[in-house]
């Protein structure tokens, strides 16, 4: 969570112009109820705190536990002064007009001050009951020269899951786990950022990983998140250490982590490359995979499903390149930036390819992006539900 200092007190400025213009609007407006004022005064001094302590509490130094609180404290501070910036927007429109002698503009202020509460609500809904309702897709991916045994082959697909975000409470990751084995896929696999900062955060969930059950395997890649360039470091043995803690904790789950490597997936006479690279995307994501070292003779007959963790490899590097003949490629990274609303999301912003099927103008080199299960920043989801595909393989 890189938030910058001078950042955060500029914003301390800013929004202690935004509660003082409140307060002169309770006591111009209310001065008939005298507390409301003094309430929108001292709350915003203990909201004020509320940001100071979020400031002091380390991000890149401290324990994950430290991490977790400064993400808490920064969410509940914002999911107050967002609705608060709606309205005090909403009654300054609605009071222009006096600008030019006129009364306000009705029902402005009542207007903003419902939206405001909407969507403090809706922050809280996110954080204390959507982020936890798995939504199972279902989605049937149609490959051209697919072998014909692999018709019907379905991958079930999670990404993103951040278990740092829960502190120790396996609850979420257990039903998760639960789930995806129910869909009884053929093969299973995590597109990246298994934890937010440091390799220790997966320690309480490698047992419940190890549940994890299909015929042909569980496979995993690494996000940008899992490398440990989230946090300050004593030494480069002491990074390469965490690195190594992650690596031996997928060991012990049973999960096969691919580092710029191929396996083959069988039925019968035919089979099909499964191919997984370390994280390759857009600035300021550091890049460590190589897909040429993973897979050398790209544009050979194979049928070869790609795992990525940032879609923007597949933009950059795979949708219109004439070397790389790679079927399906299979994505992270974006979490639709935990808010999605009628299939619409900020995401859409920063990605093209932020959530859901996408594919070249041919058809023949596809993507899937899924949204996530966890979260990082904010533990909150608006619409953005945790996200389990099933991905079936037709001909």
Do not use: C
Request: charged share 20%; net charge neutral.
């Amino acid at each position: 969570m890189r938030v910058s200092l001078i950042f955060l007190l500029t914003l301390l400025v800013f929004n202690g112009m935004v509660d003082w213009y409140i307060y002169r609007q309770f006591q111009r407006r209310l001065s008939g109820r005298p507390m409301l004022a003094r309430i929108q005064k001292w709350s915003a001094a203990a909201l004020s705190l509320l940001l100071l302590a979020a400031i002091i509490t380390p991000a890149r130094s401290g324990s994950s536990d430290e991490l977790l609180v400064k993400m808490w404290l920064l969410f509940g501070y914002f999911s107050v002064y967002i609705p608060k910036y709606i309205a005090v927007v909403f009654d300054f429109i609605g009071g222009l007009p006096r600008l030019l002698h006129k009364g306000r503009v009705p029902g402005m202020a009542w207007t903003g001050v419902v939206l405001a509460a909407v969507v403090f609500l809706a922050f809280w809904w996110g954080a204390l009951v959507n982020r936890y309702a798995i939504d199972n897709k279902e989605v049937s991916i149609e490959i051209t020269d697919l072998p014909p045994s692999f018709d019907g082959y379905r991958i079930a697909q999670f990404s993103d899951l951040h278990v740092g975000t829960f502190g120790t409470d396996t609850s979420f990751v257990s039903r998760l786990v639960d789930e995806i084995n129910a869909a009884n896929p053929d093969v299973i696999v995590l597109t990246g950022d298994i934890v937010n900062r440091q390799s220790d955060e997966i320690q309480p969930f490698v047992d419940v990983l190890s549940r994890l059950k299909a015929p042909d395997g569980v496979f995993a890649i690494l996000g940008n998140h899992d490398y440990g360039d989230y946090r300050e470091w004593d030494s480069p043995q002491e990074k390469s250490a965490n690195m190594e803690e992650l690596k031996d904790a997928y060991r012990r789950a049973g999960v096969r982590l691919l580092l710029n490597e191929t396996v083959w997936l069988r039925r019968g006479n035919d089979s099909v490359a499964l191919i997984g690279v370390e994280n390759i995307g857009d600035a300021p994501f550091p890049v460590y995979g190589s897909l040429a070292d993973a897979y050398p003779s790209l544009g050979d007959s194979e049928t070869k499903i790609l795992l990525t963790h940032n879609p923007a490899h597949w933009v950059d590097s795979i949708r219109n390149s004439n070397d790389a003949r790679v079927q399906l490629s299979l994505a992270g990274h974006t979490h639709a930036m935990q808010i999605e609303l009628f299939g619409l999301s900020p995401a859409a912003m920063r990605y093209e390819t932020w959530g859901g099927m996408y594919a070249d103008r041919s058809g023949a080199r596809k993507l899937y992006v899924n949204i996530g299960s966890g979260e990082v920043g904010v533990p909150m989801r608006v619409g953005a539900t945790p996200e389990i595909t099933l991905l079936t393989l037709r001909r």
